[in-house]
């Protein structure tokens, strides 16, 4: 079975520019979940969608969106970008039906603001 | 809400010595507890997770957990750590009733010769 996904790997932008981040699940997966990752602050949850619906939402601003195909796939955008949101973008699949959340993990884009 | 907090951020450790990376979390509700592993450059891949009954946790590579209700804890072990163990290592709660999963701050192990 192909693993996670993740579209592009790098990325590079300057402040005020949009970014969108691509995110292909596993196979039969029907939940993805996103991930924010810095040095500082490690893994901060972003958003999880379930069949096209967002299911859960972290605490981070309006700037970040996401939204998911029928298919499962999921993009993330963020708009007017800041420095700081240079950060390993991580993308996790799950089945998202059973009573717990065992994900796995794509391998991430990585963005840098200038 | 759900917090998890890893006590240390780095852990050097002489290869074939034993390790532990501790880890704490706190929540009004009951939890599933998880620890992954991320190597450079790559996402994070699943070690172990405890969801009920036994409360010592066998993973892959070696590694197991165990939880301790009482002092809410699920620390990490390793009775013998090798050079490719080198990476960071992130505790995680995820609560039973949801689908949203909480990370620590992870820890980064080093192995050294």
């Known amino acids: 079975k192909a693993g996670v996904t993740q579209t592009p790997r790098y990325l590079i932008k300057t402040r005020g520019q949009q970014v969108t981040l691509s995110c292909s699940p596993i196979?039969?997966?029907?939940?993805v979940s996103w991930y924010q990752q810095t040095p500082g602050q490690g893994l901060q949850f972003l958003f999880e969608?379930?069949?096209?619906?967002?299911?859960n939402k972290g605490n981070f601003p309006g700037r970040f969106s996401g939204r998911q195909f029928s298919n499962s796939r999921s993009e993330m955008n963020v708009s007017t970008l800041e420095l700081g949101d240079s950060a390993l973008y991580l993308c996790a699949s799950s089945s998202g039906t059973t009573r717990y959340n065992e994900q796995f993990f794509g391998p991430g884009t990585r963005l840098t603001v200038l | 809400a759900q917090s998890v907090t890893q006590l240390d951020s780095q852990v050097p450790v002489f290869e074939e010595a034993p390790v532990e990376l501790r880890c704490n979390y706190s929540?009004?509700?009951?939890?599933?507890l998880f620890w992954y592993v991320q190597y450079p450059n790559q996402g994070l891949q699943l070690l172990l997770k405890y969801l009920s009954g036994s409360t010592l946790v066998k993973g892959i590579n070696g590694f197991e957990a165990e939880f301790n209700k009482s002092q809410t804890s699920f620390h990490l072990r390793k009775p013998s750590v090798h050079i490719s163990d080198t990476a960071e290592y992130f505790c995680a709660v995820t609560d039973t009733g949801g689908f949203k999963t909480i990370f620590g701050a992870g820890t980064r192990l080093f192995v050294k010769a």
């Open positions: 929540s009004s509700v009951s939890v599933y």
């Open positions: 969608y379930f069949s096209e619906t967002q299911r």
């Open positions: 196979s039969g997966h029907r939940s």
